[in-house]
Nanobody, 128 residues
Framework: QVEAVESGGGLVQEGESLTLSCTVS????????MAWFRQAPGKEREWISC????????KYAESVKGRATTSRDNYKNTVVLQMSALKSEDTAMYYC?????????????????????WGQGTEVTVSS
């Protein structure tokens, strides 16, 4: 069964930090690029970060650059998003996504269509 399950969301105060995790099953995780997206109420899903199959390269959206760190553990089939200095505008549902197999290239996509497996999301609320 192919599955991606996020955890770690919750209610935090502005300025605090949060760590989100995503565990993937049913896929050849070590061969896949992974990404984090978020979607605030009434807005489109927004790409915020991705990491290539080896973990050797990460990319971040300008909205989170300098405040977010994405990492992965290919033995545990897990990808982690750490965010600090949270702002009220970070309030959203956060999703992890796994890319289709692409030959283990040193790049990862920034579009929704680059990813074929999605988790159900974990909600993050930042209170001011």
């Amino acid at each position: 069964q192919v599955e991606a399950v996020e955890s770690g969301g919750g209610l935090v105060q502005e300025g605090e930090s949060l760590t989100l995790s995503c565990t993937v099953s049913g896929l050849r995780f070590p061969r896949l690029a992974m990404a984090w997206f978020r979607q605030a109420p009434g807005k489109e899903r927004e790409w915020i970060s991705c990491i290539i199959w080896s973990g050797g390269r990460t990319k971040y959206a300008e909205s989170v650059k300098g405040r977010a760190t994405t990492s992965r553990d290919n033995y545990k089939n897990t990808v982690v998003l750490q965010m600090s200095a949270l702002k009220s505008e970070d309030t959203a549902m956060y999703y992890c996504a796994a890319a289709r197999e692409s030959g283990m290239i040193p790049d990862c996509g920034e579009q929704v269509d680059d990813y074929s497996t999605w988790g159900q999301g974990t909600e993050v609320t930042v209170s001011s």
